[in-house]
């Protein structure tokens, strides 16, 4: 029996402890967009603790505040594959939309393992309107040189190249992607953390364009859903995005657009992986030493 008891007191202070972490990241949000929005406050050296106050956002005066929210962001997602950026980046990209930022997407790939392409490439226009991502922020990559197979070592070079590109032409200022570890470990995935590392630490990204890589978190904790949020909260990042029920929902269609890819275990995924409900990242650091001036 008091075991019992201490079973269920131990439950109920772990579930009132989710509800804290979720409300304290909601509120949270504000003041780390006004410093993610705001390259002047940001470095990979100012690392977020989402336990720790942050006092610098408090000495904003107004007029700064209404500046850096009327910053036009562009923020660009490089993805390998459609469904990545549901499956992995939901949360982010619905509080990107929510913020009123300008959300671009890059996938590198048609998604065409199965020969599924042209219906790949559909369904991933279709997520994307449910995300709120515009079709004409969409472009999806159809290069030989980049099947989705993870057999096959995508060229770092290419990758850089296509991303520089597209960094450039839609005056990107916040690039998000992978980790080293890919989530997955896909190959496919790694190699867009290479090439976007490659380039942030060789000076070629434009001045004020930050970076940041989704972190990977173990199996365990990957199907704990909302269960895994206060070990997040204990844990260092530099960008935390959580979403609500309504959200959710959201992404759960965006999810469901994808027809081909819903076998019995994705639909576990959408109900208990936490990349549904919450993303974490690490800023990359970047070097400016080669920009030039003009
Ligand atoms: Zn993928």
């Known amino acids: 029996m008091f075991v019992f008891v201490t079973g269920v007191c131990v439950l109920v202070a772990y579930i ?21 929005s705001n390259p002047l406050h940001t470095g990979a050296n100012k690392q977020f ?26 923020a660009l997602l490089v993805t390998a ?9 939901a949360p982010t990209v619905l509080k990107l939309v929510e913020s009123k930022v300008d959300v ?15 219906q790949r490439r559909k369904e991933l226009l279709g997520s994307c309107t449910v995300l709120g991502i515009p079709s004409h922020n969409v472009t999806i990559t159809d290069n030989k040189e980049l099947p989705d197979d993870p057999t096959v070592q995508w060229s770092t070079a290419l990758i ?17 992607t992978f980790d080293g570890r890919g989530v997955s470990g896909h190959a496919n995935h790694t190699v867009i953390y ?9 000076g070629r990204l434009p001045l004020g364009c930050q970076v940041f890589s989704l972190h990977t978190i173990s199996i365990l904790r990957k199907y704990l859903s909302v269960f895994e949020l206060p070990v997040s909260w204990l844990l260092p990042s530099d960008l935390c995005c959580i979403i609500g029920w309504e959200e959710y929902k959201r992404a759960k269609k965006a999810m469901l657009c994808h027809h081909s890819q819903l076998v019995w275990f994705r639909r576990l995924y959408i109900l208990f992986s936490r990349y549904m409900v919450m993303n974490t990242f690490q800023a990359v650091a970047v070097e400016t030493k080669n920009v030039k001036m003009y």
Not at 81 to 89: A, I, L, R
Not at 160 to 176: A, C, D, F, G, W
Not at 194 to 202: E, N, Y
């Open 16 to 36: 009132v402890s989710i509800k804290f972490v979720y409300c304290r990241y909601r509120q949270l949000w504000p003041h780390m967009w006004d410093k993610i």
């Open 81 to 89: 594959h459609p469904d990545d950026e549901c499956m992995f980046f």
């Open 194 to 202: 290479k090439a976007l590392s490659h380039l942030a630490s060789s």
């Open 104 to 118: 671009h997407l890059l996938c590198l790939s048609t998604g065409n393992y199965n020969n599924q392409g042209p």
């Open 160 to 176: 850089s190249s296509l991303i520089l590109k597209h960094i450039k032409n839609y005056t990107i200022s916040l690039v998000l």
């Open 49 to 74: 603790s989402p336990t720790q106050e942050r006092s610098d956002v408090h000495l904003l005066n107004s007029e700064e505040k209404v500046r850096t929210r009327s910053t036009g962001i562009r």
